[in-house]
């Protein structure tokens, strides 16, 4: 792939795919090397692949409109970019939700998926899959903003909860009677003077805070790493 041995403002979708791929490439790494984070490290993970899904969707938008001479609104196709959003257009770069950005691309290929298909030499298959409106809305209900994996929400203490691998347990829930030899638990338990149990917060390994979360990360971002490579080789000639 040519695109990828050239400065990104060479690039025929102004770069966004290059980076696209370092993210989610650094994503993948991040995983191998730690795959059952014990702490908060799920939390960079989640931002890569929210991150890369993010910049391969707006690389898939401007490959589609250079492509196919699509104007976004009054201006012509090669003008900065620009998405479509309650009928109105907004700069790409100012556009961070990954359900409008979505929307926006689906809507591009959607009633095009013969045209494009008769424009590729290897003739693909452009249907969308359907389980990609479920990933985008699981995405979309915990981050919208691209903010969940990158900051505390001081506004939301639930929200914090649900990200946190240590939650707050009870001494009976911590050594209940039946528990297995086999349970693994990390916990930090809180006494008073006296010894007597207060609070306790515990990681019980293998609970992965949010895993739907991250498992429509994965799945939308694979998807989408896949057209990347599909736009590149047929539609761009590999720049």
């Known amino acids: 792939m040519q695109y990828l041995m050239m400065p990104l403002d060479a690039h025929y979708d102004l770069g966004f795919g290059a980076i696209a791929e370092a993210f989610r490439s650094s994503a993948m790494k991040l995983k191998e090397a730690n795959p059952e984070?014990?702490?908060?490290?799920?939390?960079?993970?989640?931002?890569?692949?929210?991150?890369?899904?993010?910049?391969?969707?707006?690389?898939?938008?401007?490959?589609?409109?250079?492509?196919l001479r699509l104007p976004y609104g009054t201006e012509p196709y090669n003008a900065t970019p620009m998405v479509s959003v309650n009928r109105g257009w907004k700069p790409i770069y100012n556009v961070h939700s990954i359900a409008v950005?979505?929307?926006?691309?689906?809507?591009?290929?959607?009633?095009?998926?013969?045209?494009?298909?008769?424009?590729?030499?290897?003739?693909?298959?452009?249907?969308?899959?359907?389980e990609a409106d479920e990933w985008v809305r699981i995405i979309e209900a915990v981050d919208p903003h691209s903010t969940y994996s990158r900051y505390p929400s001081v506004r939301d203490p639930l929200e914090d909860k649900a990200k946190s691998p240590f939650k707050e347990m009870t001494s009976e829930k911590l050594f209940p009677p039946d528990r297995s030899p086999e349970r693994k638990i990390m916990a930090l338990i809180i006494e008073n003077a006296d010894g007597d149990f207060v609070r306790a917060y515990a990681n019980e390994k293998g609970v992965e805070p949010n895993g739907t979360y991250m498992n429509a990360l994965e799945q939308l971002n694979e998807m989408l790493f896949n057209y990347h490579a599909m736009m590149r080789f047929e539609l761009t000639g590999g720049f």
């Open 37 to 67: 984070p014990a702490f908060f490290d799920h939390l960079p993970l989640s931002f890569l692949h929210r991150h890369a899904s993010e910049l391969f969707l707006k690389s898939e938008i401007v490959i589609l409109h250079r492509r």
């Open 101 to 130: 950005l979505y929307a926006y691309w689906k809507a591009l290929i959607t009633p095009r998926t013969e045209e494009l298909r008769d424009m590729c030499k290897c003739k693909p298959d452009w249907t969308i899959q359907p």
